[in-house]
């Protein structure tokens, strides 16, 4: 089985930073995609960042220019570095990653999430 831990959110000032961290842990022999969601209160999941296994990154339009996954993330850790935040990225961030398991097994496995309040 494949768990994901994530940290780093918390409150923050309008034009502030965060870094959320993903740690994934588990029989994982790759890793296909790391991604970060996001869901506001009264909204659908949405995607806001990811990251494939070869390093193209995809952002949604809101955050391009502001959130950055870097490309150098550790084995099986995830980072979204938020900068320039403004009270509208307050959500609930949650971590997904898809890869395959040592079993062969393919999986797809989401974190807890984490807080992000922005105050204006």
């Known amino acids: 089985q494949v768990q994901l831990v994530e940290s780093g959110g918390g409150l923050v000032q309008a034009g502030g930073s965060l870094t959320l961290s993903c740690v994934a842990s588990?029989?994982?022999?790759?890793?296909?995609?790391r991604s970060w969601y996001r869901q506001a209160p009264g909204k659908q999941r949405q995607l806001v960042a990811s990251?494939?296994?070869?390093?193209?990154?995809d952002y949604t339009d809101s955050v391009k220019g502001r959130f950055t996954i870097p490309r150098d993330n550790a084995e099986n850790t995830v980072y979204l570095r938020m900068d320039s935040l403004e009270p509208e990225d307050t959500a609930v961030y949650y971590c997904n990653v898809v890869g395959k398991k040592y079993s062969g097994a393919y999986f797809d496995a989401w974190g807890q999430g984490t807080q992000v309040t922005v105050s204006s």
């Open positions: 990251i494939s296994s070869g390093g193209t990154t």
């Open positions: 588990g029989s994982i022999f790759s890793i296909n995609a």
